[in-house]
């Protein structure tokens, strides 16, 4: 089966080099993963739970996010669709089930890449939405995580790991291709959609709109950016989405402070303006929770004791060339 998924997958790469699509498991009612290509180097793998970013060449491969664990033979599948060379990097963008469930299968061979605080939520689990989330195997756990700015240099790119961590999650991590101008923003965005912050897992919108604004200076005005759901977006795309943070934040706050209660806003339809923005996922309802919840008290703000460029920072300016 598995070579059929292969085989299936390369001839799918060679008759539409920019979007194919594979066939599901047989006897599997599961959605079928897609394909794109972003550039040669750079291919995104839809379907799997989160978008996985895949970066090949003679070098090897490198994976931004694994997918759920269901479906990791058939993100293994469509990988070597992609290319046949060793999988010597899995980089985890936060510890979410559907961004790491394929670490251990994908990264059987190569090194596990996360920040500090994703391997700690991994070992000892968590709670998503009020649902407990058990601790990972130990083979999916990263061996080796990180704080700040690292680099890899693989395929002839700069492949620059940048912690932005209390948005989505306290551990995220976005991950810039800087030769190819791509970047895997993770869970920190989603194109024209309310996003899914989790509180219980250090997020928040103030510190997202801190961290957005950061990443949007450091990368260039055409840079291509990957969700961490749903199809490939722009920097003007990204700028939407900081418009509406700050603009749904405002109105929150101000009906906080005009007295009003969650119920009352909800009631009163404080994010009409937005409402295209809701989704299955994330209602205008239960994004005016969140936005009081994280919105409301003392902030998570980086302690004046750290350094300066330490993980609760945004991230650097880029790189030249
Ligand atoms: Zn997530």
């Given amino acids: 089966m598995i070579r059929e998924v292969l085989l299936s997958a390369a ?20 959605p079928a993963l ?34 759920t664990a269901a479906r990791s033979s058939d993100v293994l599948a469509a990988i070597r669709g992609i ?10 963008t936060h510890w979410h089930p559907d961004h790491t469930g394929g670490n251990a299968a994908i990264a059987a061979g190569g090194a596990m890449i996360a920040h500090d605080r994703t391997r700690g939520w991994l070992k000892r689990g968590g709670i998503i939405d009020g649902t407990p989330v058990p601790p990972a195997a130990p083979a999916a756990i990263p061996e080796f995580t990180i704080k700040f700015e690292t680099r890899i240099y693989l395929n002839g790119e700069t492949v620059q790991i940048l912690p932005v961590p209390g948005g989505h ?3 995220d991590m976005v991950v810039y291709f800087v030769e190819s101008n791509v970047v895997h923003v993770g869970d920190m965005f989603v194109a024209d959609q309310f996003p899914l912050i989790d509180a219980d897992s250090g997020g928040s919108i103030p510190q997202l709109t801190r961290n957005l604004d950061g990443l949007r200076a450091a990368l260039r005005s055409d840079t291509r950016l990957i969700p961490g759901h749903g199809p490939l977006s722009s920097i003007e795309g990204l700028v939407r989405f900081s418009v509406m943070l700050e603009s749904t934040s405002a109105l929150v706050v101000n009906a906080r402070n ?51 460029g330490t993980d609760a920072t945004v991230p650097p300016a880029r790189p030249k060339g």
């Fill in 11 to 30: 001839i799918l790469m060679l008759a539409s080099p920019a979007f194919g699509q594979l066939t599901a498991p047989e006897g599997s009612d599961a």
């Fill in 34 to 67: 897609t394909i794109e290509m972003v550039t040669e180097k750079i291919h995104v793998i839809r379907g799997a739970g989160g978008n996985i970013a895949v970066l090949s060449g003679d070098d090897g491969v490198l994976v931004v996010d694994s997918g």
């Fill in 83 to 92: 290319s046949d060379k060793p999988i010597r990097y899995v980089v985890n």
């Fill in 169 to 171: 999650t306290d551990g």
């Fill in 258 to 308: 005009r007295g009003e209660s969650v119920e009352t806003m909800k009631q009163n339809k404080l994010l009409e303006p937005w409402s295209s923005w809701a989704s299955d996922l994330v209602s205008a309802d239960r994004f005016i929770e969140v936005l009081d919840k994280t919105t409301a008290g003392p902030v998570r703000k980086p302690s004046s004791k750290k350094q300066k």
